[in-house]
């Protein structure tokens, strides 16, 4: 069977077509400090939260570009690295 290019950029090693997966540890924590986030609106807390938030999506994001399934996944972890750094240079 020949590797097309869809395949290469949107199949796993099982050869199954994957977008998207459960949340991952670091995903899970960046999801839980935003919505805090939303609730603790200033002080030090907000600051911590916002520090998790920003360490943990990195790490997710860090995480995909080099151990992503497919070359979609890591595209993805490469999008969101730039666009957290891009946010704090702001």
Same mark, same amino acid.
């Given at each position: 069977?020949?590797?097309?290019?869809?395949?290469?950029?949107?199949?796993?090693?099982? !050869?199954? $077509?994957?977008?998207?997966?459960?949340?991952?540890?670091?995903? &899970?924590? #960046?999801?839980?400090?935003?919505?805090?986030?939303? &609730?603790?609106?200033?002080?030090? $807390?907000?600051?911590?939260?916002?520090?998790?938030?920003?360490?943990?999506?990195?790490?997710?994001? #860090?995480?995909?570009?080099?151990? !992503?399934?497919?070359?979609?996944?890591?595209?993805? !972890?490469?999008?969101?690295? $730039?666009?957290?750094?891009?946010?704090?240079?702001?």
């Amino acid at each position: 069977m020949e590797n097309t290019l869809f395949d290469k950029v949107f199949r796993d090693s099982e !050869g199954k $077509i994957v977008l998207a997966q459960m949340p991952n540890p670091p995903l &899970i924590v #960046w999801i839980v400090a935003s919505l805090l986030k939303l &609730i603790l609106t200033t002080g030090k $807390i907000n600051l911590g939260l916002d520090l998790i938030a920003f360490g943990s999506l990195f790490t997710w994001a #860090w995480e995909e570009l080099f151990q !992503g399934v497919n070359y979609f996944r890591r595209a993805l !972890g490469l999008l969101v690295l $730039i666009a957290l750094i891009a946010s704090k240079l702001q």
